[in-house]
């Protein structure tokens, strides 16, 4: 069983950083395929960014060379740094992790919600204008 927490979120103006982490606890995650989700009011929940144990990384065109995905294996800790935000980032952010994406070679942003095992309770975000 594996426990994700989310941190780090909260209320910023337009162009603004955050960095969410996430702390991730109760079995070998290294492995896993590891990701970042969010939803906004209304709408589905959405891919962000996910990154595989080879430090591969996929994002989704709406964050590319905004945010970047991390992962300190020490620490067993998932990361989001968002830079530029737009008021269009505004959401609940999710951390998301998959033993068997990674084994399949498919660990990317395109997985939708079906395919990723274990989830955090989200930590939100919202970007002012």
């Known amino acids: 069983q594996v426990e994700l927490v989310e941190s780090g979120g909260g209320s910023v103006q337009a162009g603004g950083s955050l960095r969410l982490s996430c702390a991730v606890s109760g079995s070998t995650s290294d492995t896993y395929c590891m990701g970042w989700f969010r939803q906004a009011p209304g709408l589905e929940r959405e891919g962000v960014a996910a990154?595989?144990?080879?430090?591969?990384?996929s994002y989704a065109d709406s964050v590319k060379g905004r945010f970047t995905i991390s992962k300190d294996n020490a620490t067993n800790t998932l990361y989001l740094q968002m830079n530029s935000l737009k008021p269009d980032d505004t959401a609940m952010y999710y951390c998301a992790a998959d033993p068997s994406l990674a084994d399949l070679g498919i660990c990317s942003v395109k997985i939708g919600t079906a395919g990723w095992d274990y989830w955090g309770q989200g930590t939100q975000v919202i970007v002012s204008s």
């Open positions: 990154t595989a144990s080879d430090s591969s990384t």
